[in-house]
């Protein structure tokens, strides 16, 4: 599952991207497994995500955003998820290279074209593949965590509930500490 957020001031460019990466993913034949998530404004994502860490894969942002910019919200996503995979959706050049300074995945013209999307996609697929030796997945319900395995302080189990504590929050799930352990290595 993928799970994709989209910031933008602009409601009508949230509605657009969500279409051509839902065209994107329809191509690849991976739509029916991406949720989406719209944000308005770069506080907003970060208060959601502030309660809902490890929920995201990849975010969209846009640059140009009302009183917190789509760089400054890229800064304090990494702090917060260093695995978080971030491209940047503007109508500016202006900004390309300070993406490489929060590790953009990649940084695109608005609108996007079909094949840049294509090219966005396969590298977060690359880079989730990559991730795996170094992210503890769980899931709880319907929710699917991805948590950086550096940041796990310990788990935790009273019968088959499992709480794994990191530094950013807790997660509880059910599951046995045994299959747990051959997980994290």
Not at 169 to 182: A, I, Q, S
Request: with cysteine.
């Amino acid at each position: 599952m993928l799970r994709i957020g989209i910031c933008d001031d602009s409601a009508d460019a949230r509605v657009a991207l969500r279409a051509a990466l839902e065209r994107a993913l329809e191509r690849r034949r991976s739509g029916a497994d991406t949720s989406f998530f719209e944000f308005s404004s770069g506080e907003g994502l970060l208060r959601w995500l502030g309660s809902h860490a490890g929920e995201l894969d990849l975010v969209f942002l846009d640059i140009e955003m009302g009183e917190l910019n789509g760089m400054e919200t890229a800064r304090r996503l990494r702090e917060a998820d260093e695995g978080l995979l971030l491209v940047f959706v503007t109508g500016y050049t202006d900004y390309v290279f300070d993406g490489y300074s929060v590790g953009a995945l990649g940084y695109l013209m608005k609108p996007p074209k079909p094949d840049q999307l294509d090219g966005v996609l396969d590298r977060a697929a690359e880079a989730r593949l990559r991730e795996g030796d170094q992210a503890f997945l769980c899931r709880s319900g319907e929710t699917l965590y991805r948590i950086p395995k550096k940041t796990i302080l310990y788990f935790a189990s009273d019968r088959r509930q499992v709480t794994c504590v990191s530094a950013a929050r807790t997660y509880t799930f059910y599951g046995k500490l045994d299959d747990v352990e051959r997980d994290v290595g």
